[in-house]
């Protein structure tokens, strides 16, 4: 099953998971990412620790557990890209959809390919 369909057809809880140049690690909360037609994955980003990182080290990876279960994925990613503010950004937003004029802060349309993926236990890639 592609990331598309899977994402699209399981609920869960999603954790990203990246560091900074010296190898300190953050992880936060983020809804399931974006999943693109060139193959690629987005997360909406805030200024916060998780972007800061990306920016040091492009280096990521998403943990997903599946709702109820013990089952899901680990998606190891690198980053390729990202927009500030973009038209794209706001057409993906799923909640809080808020005029440009509104905004109180920047937000980032950061990109990613993806490395490889693992199912959530054990070290089988999928």
């Keep these: 099953m592609e990331l598309k369909e899977y994402f699209a057809s399981v609920k869960g ?3 990203l998971s990246t560091a900074d140049d010296k190898g300190v690690v953050n992880a936060a909360v983020y809804a399931s990412p ?8 987005a997360f909406i980003m805030r200024p916060r ?3 800061e990182n990306i920016i040091l080290n492009p280096s990521a990876c998403f943990l997903f557990i599946e709702a109820g279960k013990m089952e899901g994925k680990r998606i190891y990613l690198t980053k ?3 927009e500030k503010n973009s038209e794209l950004l706001f057409s993906l937003r799923r909640h809080c959809k808020q ?10 349309l950061v990109f ?3 490395d490889k993926v693992r199912n959530l236990v ?5």
Aim: glycine share 8%; charged share 45%; with cysteine.
């Design 80 to 82: 390729v890209k990202e």
């Design 49 to 51: 620790k998780t972007h």
């Design 34 to 41: 974006h999943c693109l037609e060139d193959g690629l994955v």
């Design 99 to 108: 005029d440009e004029s509104e905004r109180k802060e920047d937000l980032y």
């Design 122 to 126: 054990g070290d089988q890639e999928v």
């Design 13 to 15: 809880t999603g954790i």
């Design 112 to 114: 990613f390919k993806v």
